[in-house]
């Protein structure tokens, strides 16, 4: 049985998919490297995760302790990501 993850446009895209944009140019991002080491929990979102964490300054930002609070958008997440299996 395979795993979906859902785009922005609510498309489903088959886990193994998702793998093919682990590189970005020729670099792997740090949230990529993390999803892939941490894999995917189906069924689970990063916003009912108690590491996850919204930021206000001039717009909203999503982060996740684990990944790492960070000003740069490489450790920005989404509240609808699948969550990964470090969710509690
Ligand atoms: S599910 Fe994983 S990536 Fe999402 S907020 Fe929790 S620890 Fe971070």
Known sequence: MSSYQFDIF???I??????KNIKHGGRIT????FRSINGY???F?????KYFRELRYNRKYFK?????ITSS???DIRKND???NLYR
């Open 30 to 33: 740090k949230k990529s490297l």
């Open 82 to 84: 699948i969550a990964c």
């Open 10 to 12: 609510g498309n489903s």
């Open 73 to 75: 958008e490489a450790t």
């Open 45 to 49: 979102y990063c916003k009912n995760c």
């Open 41 to 43: 929990k189906s069924g």
């Open 14 to 19: 088959p886990i193994e998919e998702t793998s």
């Open 64 to 68: 996740c302790e684990k990944l790492g």
